[in-house]
């Protein structure tokens, strides 16, 4: 750190993305990417795009939420366009949380979650996630703060039911849910429909994980519309080109291929089940999961050894040194083809340790 670096930063910790390494061509599984391309017509309409990048893009992504507010059935001042769902939840924390107004969050839950609010100077509880760990609804029933929940949870893969989203938000009038839905698309509730009977709640979605454009950076915000405004009021305040063209010309390319997105989603879904028996016959325990990622444990081994066992063996998967998760290991669901090298490595490894 420079001497100049501002001592308001003292305690900020930044945020440590999964590895991307350049050595040797891995099996990837420690990102949450998609296995599969992005649309034909997301391609295709970005590299038309790209010939327009002399020009400033259009701040407010009308067209792609015009076509998004058809897809979901809302109207397109219920929506709010950002540079990857991160950004949103950024935006939410700058917007919704300050000293009167804590945030609150799992103990065990997206990391950028702590980050976030320190950056922004934002004091934050977490709430511990029961023994199985999921969240204990009870612990999120008027608690007056602004609530963050992952839903599915990450990196649990754990999904809360539509019901108990909606007892959180409803028992929370006076503050705003955000609920961050990156992975709904492979098996659980959105809320999206709650937002015209709830003024308090955010949802957030990605194009990262479902929609294959991770390195586009491409998320979105659903909510009543004085809630977008407020979001717009930061994203104006901030960066209001977040999105550039090519990115919002293959996002516009992804909602009008959707038929795409879901088939994609139900093999992943088939990968996910397939993994999980292949595990199961190995030995380990899988937490329930409905995203495109498994967490799981082998009681013979730690997490960390079976991380670098399979980095070593060309497949990289995300291992957490932290309490209640180092026995794990979080692996992104890919190819059938990608996951039979994992059972295959995975095999051998065990095998070679007897
Ligand atoms: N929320 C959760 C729970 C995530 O795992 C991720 C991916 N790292 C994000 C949000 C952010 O995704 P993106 O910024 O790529 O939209």
């Not at 008027?142 to 019901?163: C, E, Q, V, W, Y």
């Not at 809320?191 to 949802?203: E, G, M, P, T």
């Not at 998967?317 to 295959?344: C, H, P, W």
Request: hydrophobic letters at 40%; charged letters at 25%.
């Amino acid at each position: 750190m420079s001497k100049y670096f501002s001592e308001k930063y003292n305690d900020l910790i930044p945020y440590v993305p999964g590895e991307q390494p350049k050595d040797m061509k891995y099996v990837k599984l420690n990102t949450n990417e998609s296995p599969f391309p992005p649309s034909k017509k997301a391609q295709e309409y970005a590299s038309d795009a790209a010939k327009l990048l002399a020009l400033y893009p259009d701040p407010d992504c009308t067209i792609l939420r015009e076509k998004m507010a058809a897809l979901y059935n809302l109207d397109k001042d219920e929506i709010v366009i950002v540079n990857g769902s991160d950004e949103i939840l950024n935006f939410a924390f700058m917007a919704y949380c300050d000293d009167k107004t804590p945030a609150a969050f799992a103990d065990i839950t997206y990391g950028f979650y702590p980050v976030f609010a320190k950056i922004n100077k934002v004091p934050y509880v977490e709430i511990p996630l029961n023994d199985n760990y999921e969240i204990n609804v009870d612990d999120y029933i008027g608690i007056n703060k602004t609530i963050f929940i992952a839903n599915p949870n990450a990196p649990t893969g754990i999904a809360l039911s539509l019901d108990n989203i909606e007892k959180i938000i409803a028992s929370n009038p006076n503050n705003i849910v955000v609920i961050d839905e990156a992975y709904v698309d492979f098996g659980a509730q959105s809320a999206v429909n709650l937002i015209r009977k709830y003024d308090n709640l955010l949802v957030t979605q990605t194009f990262s994980k479902s929609r294959s454009m991770a390195g586009a950076r491409l998320g979105m915000g659903f909510a009543n519309k004085k809630l977008i405004q407020d979001i717009n009021t930061i994203r104006y305040s901030t960066n209001p080109y977040n999105v550039n063209r090519m990115t919002m010309a293959a996002g516009i390319g992804t909602i009008e291929d959707n038929d795409y997105m879901v088939n994609n989603c139900k093999t992943i879904i088939q990968n996910r089940e397939y993994t999980i028996n292949k595990l199961n016959e190995l030995g380990f325990v899988t937490l329930p999961s409905k995203t495109n990622f498994v967490f799981t444990k082998n009681e013979k081994f730690s997490g960390e050894y079976l991380y670098k066992k399979l980095k070593e063996n060309g497949v990289l998967v995300r291992y957490f040194n932290k309490a209640r998760l180092d026995k794990y290991l979080r692996i992104t669901i890919g190819s059938k083809q990608d996951m039979d090298v994992l059972i295959e490595k995975l095999i051998k490894i065990m095998e070679e340790s007897k």
